[in-house]
């Protein structure tokens, strides 16, 4: 069976930075496309980063430049460093495993880890 679960959430100011990580079980990372969405209570859950099985990362412009997305194939392991937070990047945060193309169909989601910017 497979599991997700993150870590790594929590308060900080604006202009702070949070890494985030999210540990698979029953899964192997290399293999497929992973990423991270966020959710705020009476939204849709948006798209934060992917990861792609070559490595290659994609973003959500609002998060460019300041958020990096990377795993450890070795631990079984996804992180999302964010830097730079604004409190609109408060939100529960996500860990998803992608049936095959990024960003195509979600197959497994983590609990979430809630993240607090304030300003």
């Known amino acids: 069976q497979v599991q997700l679960v993150e870590s790594g959430g929590g308060s900080v100011q604006s202009g702070g930075s949070l890494r985030l990580s999210c540990a698979a079980y029953?899964?192997?990372?290399?293999?497929?496309?992973m990423g991270w969405f966020r959710q705020t209570p009476g939204k849709e859950r948006e798209g934060v980063a992917a990861?792609?099985?070559?490595?290659?990362?994609s973003y959500a412009d609002s998060v460019k430049g300041r958020f990096t997305i990377s795993q450890d194939n070795a631990k079984n392991t996804l992180y999302l460093r964010m830097n730079s937070l604004k409190p609109e990047d408060t939100a529960m945060y996500y860990c998803?495993?992608?049936?095959?193309?990024?960003?195509?169909?979600?197959?497994?989601w983590g609990q979430g880890t809630q993240v607090t910017v304030s300003s």
């Open positions: 990861i792609d099985s070559d490595g290659s990362p």
């Open positions: 998803a495993a992608f049936a095959d193309l990024c960003w195509r169909r979600v197959t497994t």
């Open positions: 029953g899964y192997t990372y290399s293999s497929y496309c």
